[in-house]
């Protein structure tokens, strides 16, 4: 036989190299994750929360280099379970307390996995009209869940990040300085412009002004009242003197839910005190915005309608998977004005008659991700996720009870929600002793694998955070870390 007949021939006995994997392939595997996920989810606890992996330990594990033949399915997941799994930190775990928390539930992960398996792209209308449509509709879903007024155009982002940025970029806009078409740089003509916020505001707003081209040293952070509020006196007093020396002021971040403390700035007045200037206001309640969905917690959205933009995060607060951020604005043509473009290549005939949500950011392709938050918001209904919120709640303040009424210990702050911030305060200690003290306290509680804290400073004060948003989490974990916390306070000092 010719060498170039028994090639051909040999080549043809060789599992085809073109195509994807077969359908028995997918289901097998599919089946396995989907049965690990149910068990991992009914029991996250038997997990460490915080990874125990030392910097680097993951990585020795896995080839320097990508297969040059294909493997099985059924491989890879015997590695997710050996190698990738102790490199988790498990945010799933009832008592993950460190950060606000991204819980993920059932009919989420189910969006997910449809998501994933359509991989629709919705960057016009056409390319995939449901993308576009449940999420405008289930936006005004949410939106009535809070409690907003009409007139709130929304989309949804990746991260609150993403949103801010996209809410200063729109406030940039409507300065009328026309940066988009001749920039900032060598421009004579444009003053200095002005953010404001509160001293404990996200850092993501930092990163925003950096990004945008408008300077970090001109990010005004206002000081905070004994609640760690935003002073509006302050933020007026700040506003004018900036303009007394020929400052531009465009735009005020209040907070509804600060990082630190989930404190709730005193939006009404700083919208009175913004407006008057001709300031854009972009409220932060990423963390505590979908507590307005508690009918007794209404008032979180006081005043936010007066406001241009506001951005709210479902995977924080809403049990919806990581990630999914909701960006609302009362001023949409202004957004589209900074942020939209249209090659030749993505004109379509009925552009005018549709919304095309690439015209409202930086990306071209968008998931669905509005297809997970639906199918959570359908699950579990108004009354449903208001009940899991006001639980949280009120663990919070039975958690705050414990503080307040054991010796040697202390709040730092108030729990208007589901944060806690406390610490450890032997008699005698110095602020100094206090910090070490306490650091010692959250690093011996986080390596006994069975929750995990985080800290913030207060006014100079070392505080350790317990943030309850887990949908896992009851009442035993949290009487579980204070027995931790009380039992690791006697080995600290």
């Known amino acids: 036989m010719p060498a170039s007949h028994a090639a051909l021939l040999c080549s043809m006995t060789k599992p085809p190299q073109h195509g994807d994997l077969s359908p028995h392939e997918f289901r097998a595997a599919a089946h396995a994750a989907v049965d690990w996920i149910a068990d991992y989810l009914e029991h996250p606890e038997r997990n460490p929360v915080r990874s125990r992996a030392r910097p680097g ?13 294909g493997e099985p399915l059924d491989a890879m997941l015997a590695d997710f379970h050996e190698t990738i799994l102790p490199g988790i930190t498990h945010w799933n775990h009832p008592s993950f307390f460190a950060y606000f928390a991204n819980s993920s539930s059932y009919p989420s992960i189910v969006g997910e996995l449809l998501a994933a398996g359509l991989n629709a792209n919705g960057m016009l209308w056409v390319t995939s009209p449901a993308v576009t449509e ?6 005004d879903w949410l939106r009535q869940l809070m409690g907003l007024g009409d007139g709130w155009f929304g989309q949804i982002t990746d991260t609150a990040s993403v949103s801010t940025f996209y809410a200063l970029a729109a406030a940039r806009e409507a300065a009328g300085l026309d940066i988009r078409a001749r920039g900032m740089a060598a421009r004579n003509d444009l003053p200095v412009l002005r953010v404001y916020c509160s001293e404990h505001v996200h850092s993501s707003i930092d990163k925003a002004v950096i990004a945008l081209g408008l300077g970090h040293d001109n990010l005004v952070r206002i000081p905070a009242d004994e609640h760690f509020r935003l002073r509006p006196d302050a933020l007026q007093t700040a506003i004018s003197a900036d303009i007394a020396n020929g400052y531009r002021p465009i735009a005020v971040v209040p907070c509804v839910g600060t990082t630190s403390t ?12 913004a407006k008057a200037h001709g300031c854009w206001v972009h409220v932060d309640a990423a963390y505590a915005g979908p507590a307005a969905i508690v009918p007794e917690l209404r008032y979180l959205m006081d005043g936010v309608d007066g406001a ?9 607060w809403l049990f919806t998977s990581v990630d999914c951020s909701v960006l609302y604005t009362k001023r949409p043509d202004v957004l589209r004005q900074a942020l939209s473009l249209l090659p030749e290549y993505l004109v379509t005939k009925n552009q005018d008659d549709v919304v095309n949500m690439m ?20 699950a579990y209904g108004a009354e449903g996720l208001a009940e899991r919120i006001r639980f949280h709640c009120e663990l919070a303040r039975e958690f705050a009870g414990m503080v307040h009424f054991e010796g040697g210990w202390e709040l730092t702050a108030p729990v208007p929600l589901s944060l806690v911030c406390f610490r450890y305060v032997p008699p005698g200690a110095t602020e100094d002793d206090l910090a070490r003290i306490n650091s010692a306290i959250m690093e011996r509680v986080n390596a006994g694998g069975t929750a995990y804290l985080s800290h913030t400073k207060l006014n100079g004060k070392y505080s350790l955070r317990l943030a309850i948003g887990n949908i896992r989490t009851d009442r035993q974990h949290i009487e579980g870390v204070w027995r931790e916390l009380r039992e690791a306070a006697k080995q600290a000092v």
Not at 59 to 65: C, E, I, K, N, W
Not at 371 to 377: A, G, I, R
């Open 134 to 139: 449940l999420e405008q509709v289930t936006l």
């Open 359 to 378: 015209d409202y950011g930086i990306q071209l392709g968008r998931r669905f991700r509005s297809l997970k938050l639906w199918m959570v918001l359908r």
């Open 308 to 316: 241009d933009s506001l951005v709210v995060n479902p995977h924080k």
């Open 57 to 69: 330990e993951i990585a020795r594990q896995l080839p320097s280099h990508a297969p040059a033949h």
């Open 262 to 273: 989930s404190s709730i700035d005193p939006v009404p007045e700083v919208v009175r005190i």
